[in-house]
Nanobody, 124 residues
């Protein structure tokens, strides 16, 4: 089992930037892919980005491509989500997730470990 703790959320004006962090502990070596999802009020949880720990391959949702960047620091067992040019529609609770098998994908049900989430609010 992998434990995930997110940090870095907050309130920012439109056009601003935030960097989210996800610190992993426990059986981190079993995680093949680390990802970020988000859930806005009244909406379903949606995929944001993910990164393969072995190949560094990344995958992004179309809505964030070119604005968000996912990266990892294996020495710190931490995954980051750099968010630039933020928009009010990016407002959501952002969740870190880990999956044990397979490559990058957008399917939340394939991710077995989840963090508690961190709130990101973008004001217009």
């Amino acid at each position: 089992q992998v434990q995930l703790v997110e940090s870095g959320g907050g309130l920012v004006q439109a056009g601003g930037s935030l960097r989210l962090s996800c610190a992993a502990s426990g059986r981190t070596s079993s995680s093949s892919v680390m990802g970020w999802f988000r859930q806005a009020p009244g909406k379903e949880r949606e995929f944001v980005a993910c990164i393969n720990r072995s190949t560094s391959n990344t995958l992004y949702a179309d809505s964030v491509k070119g604005r968000f960047t996912i990266s990892r620091d294996d020495a710190k067992n931490t995954v980051y989500l750099q968010m630039n040019s933020l928009k009010p529609e990016d407002t959501a609770v952002y969740y870190c997730a880990a999956k044990n098998y397979g490559g990058t994908n957008k399917l939340s049900h394939t991710y077995s470990s989840w963090g508690q989430g961190t709130q990101v609010t973008v004001s217009s």
